[in-house]
């Protein structure tokens, strides 16, 4: 389990691909301190598997199914990605539950400067929407960020500027693709409801049934 607080941004130095699959080799420095073979790492939200690891990088092997997903069919040699370490037992809960098992993904629409913030505009699915709700969490390329605004298969976030310092938030532009983690509550809730339709819970249904 992770939080959404990126520790670094590392970037890829090696990219393999073997069959139907892609071996990753990651250019990192902090989450090295403490890392073992076995390990959970988030990159760009995606938790991977640290398969082996060296004095500056670390390897992961990234299977069809997560290509196909993710964003991370994209990437290319030199390209920055946000990493975090699964959050220790004992650690702070900076940000929101964030699981690393992506949902979809996303297209960056419209970026807008805002005094000291950026505001980001992103479209997604269906799929995707349906769970996205106005002050809720969600994981943005691993990023946890409060949604501002929803419009449709659209939602806005609005990014202060040390996130943009510590991420590779800042080096996305529009039609860029990122990867959608949707807060896992709205999930489960629906899932224990029996409910496929939304549209069934409102604010009288959940009353009703003592939430």
Known sequence: MFTGIIEEVGNISGIHKKGNYV???IYAKTILEDIKTGDSI????ICLTAAAHGASSFTADVMHETLSRTALSGLKQGSPVNLERAMPAGGRFGGHIVTGHIDGTGTISKIQKDTIAVWYTIQTTDKIARYIIEKGSIAIDGISLTVAAV???????SVIPHTLAHTALITKRNGDTVNLENDCIGKYVEKLLGKEDTSMITKEFLLKNGY
Not at 151 to 157: A, L, P, T
């Open 151 to 157: 419009s449709g298969n659209s939602f806005r976030v």
């Open 42 to 45: 988030a990159v760009n939200g």
């Open 23 to 25: 071996r990753l080799i």
